[in-house]
């Protein structure tokens, strides 16, 4: 790391390990007009208890090359356990990494379940055109690995399958880019959607189904057109 870096231009006072929001009561953008922006992903990280397993997968089964390791000592928290932190390159700069706690238990809240509770904690990894998805998917299958069918969910058409940990990957094919109109119907879902569950939530009730969020966008759109 240069020398120059912000890690060693920051302030020894400066907040520890404690840098998690601990409260929703925070200022927003518009208050400071600060724009941020983000550049992609540069990396995914989860724990791995597979060592072996998880190495052989990514690097010899998905064909992903091992790119870089980082091994220490335990650090920051007390009784954190020593670790090796690995990279497979995913493309475009990203990487997937993994943590591998030496002499640690896989405690029970990290076991996989079969709950899409569970899977819609994932990262969807992108393929540029139909035939390299076909590719994926037929090569895997080829090479045992169970993959699921194509599936079409508005502008991505993916395949999934998991990992010897139990970790879901997605791969997938952007079917056309984001446009104005998708932009303005999100904001009108989820405006609809916090809505009606504020004021549910308010009478100590809950959110029960997608129809009453469609009714209020509705509203929402009537009300949008009749402003103009």
């Known amino acids: 790391m240069p020398a120059d870096s912000l890690h060693e231009q920051a302030s020894t006072t400066s907040a520890g390990l ?3 929001t601990a409260q929703v009561d925070v200022s927003r953008a518009d208050a400071d007009k600060v724009v941020l922006r ?10 791995t208890w597979k060592l072996r397993e998880t190495i052989e997968f990514y690097r010899d089964v998905l064909g992903l090359p091992l790119v870089h390791t980082i091994s220490a000592r335990g650090w920051g928290l007390q009784d954190h356990a020593d670790f ?3 990279f497979f390159d995913a493309g475009k700069g990203a990487t997937i990494a993994f943590f591998y706690y030496i002499g640690t238990d896989q405690p029970a809240r990290y076991v996989p379940e079969d709950h899409y509770f569970y899977t819609a904690t994932h990262t969807a990894w992108s393929v540029p055109t139909a035939q390299e998805l076909q590719r994926w998917k037929t090569t895997l299958e080829s090479r045992g690995v169970v993959v699921s069918p194509y599936t079409r969910h508005e502008i991505l058409e993916s395949i999934y399958f998991t990992d010897p940990n139990g970790y879901p990957i997605e791969i997938a094919l952007r079917l056309r880019e984001v446009e104005v ?3 303005n119907d999100a ?4 405006e609809a959607a916090m809505q009606v569950e504020d004021e549910l939530r308010a009478g100590g009730s809950r959110l029960q189904d997608i129809d009453t969020v469609w009714r209020r966008k509705a509203k929402l759109v009537e009300q949008m057109f009749s402003e103009r």
């Open 84 to 86: 090796l932190h690995f």
């Open 187 to 190: 904001r009108l879902t989820l």
């Open 18 to 20: 404690e840098y998690h």
């Open 181 to 183: 109109i998708d932009v």
């Open 38 to 47: 983000l550049d992609g992903v540069d990396h995914t990280a989860r724990p």
